[in-house]
């Protein structure tokens, strides 16, 4: 995914953003050292994971923990990127612009309530184990598309730019499939990223409420 919109240039990092890419990378690395290194595979991911009800495993604390984890290794014991490094490209990607509107300390009350959402949405909607930083970001996308609706973004493979309306309603339409109609090989927490996306939408149409502008 490429960001086109040349009217708002890549300065530095803001601080939030900063630190959240710097917890959530430093927390996989612990994932890493720590689920091979030890007797029982995965010890610290599932001290860490969000555990549904119908398990037994489930604690309050996972609810923030489990946004700050990620897939660390496969079954075959291969180290797993892809999922962190979308998850923090999106991170700096949408975050950067909302924190620059909001300043660092409504951005991080948005980022910490959609990804409480999500998983408050997953563990009544879904079974199983959840970790990710994606149910937060599926929230900073609505609130992107929302402030910033016609920022155009080009998605590998599609051969032409897309509108971030019309991407967040993309990313809505699959994620409300995969979650009716999951593949058996489908590891995704589909109803986590609803969650985090529903609850974007409605914390920045309430804070927009004495702000009409919008960002284009």
């Known amino acids: 995914m490429a960001y086109n919109n040349s009217g708002n240039s890549i300065q530095r990092i803001p601080p ?14 612990a994932q890493l050292a720590l689920d091979k290194s030890t007797e ?9 994971a969000l555990f549904s009800f119908n398990t037994g495993e489930f604690k309050p604390y996972q609810l923030v923990t489990y946004m700050f984890a990620h897939s660390s290794y496969d079954i075959a014991g291969g180290v797993v990127f892809s999922h962190i490094l ?10 950067t612009a909302l924190e620059r509107v909001w300043g660092p300390k409504k951005f991080l009350i948005f980022y910490l309530i959609c990804g409480l959402a999500a998983g408050v949405t997953q563990l009544f909607l879904s079974d199983g184990i959840a970790v990710g930083a994606s149910g937060a970001i599926m929230g900073l996308l609505a609130g ?37 109609h999951p593949g058996g090989a489908d590891n995704v927490a589909h109803y986590a990223h609803l969650g985090g996306l529903v609850m974007g939408f409605i914390l920045v149409i309430i804070w927009n409420k004495t702000n009409k502008k919008t960002f284009y």
């Open 16 to 29: 939030v953003v900063l630190n959240l890419l710097i917890i959530n990378i430093l927390v996989w690395l």
């Open 40 to 48: 029982h595979p995965f010890w610290l991911t599932e001290k860490i």
């Open 86 to 95: 979308f998850n923090m490209y999106a991170l700096w990607m949408f975050g």
């Open 144 to 180: 992107f598309g929302y402030l910033f609706p016609n920022t155009e973004f080009f998605i590998i493979p599609v051969p032409f730019p897309i509108k971030a309306k019309y991407m967040v309603a993309i990313y809505a339409a699959i994620d409300l499939f995969g979650g009716f």
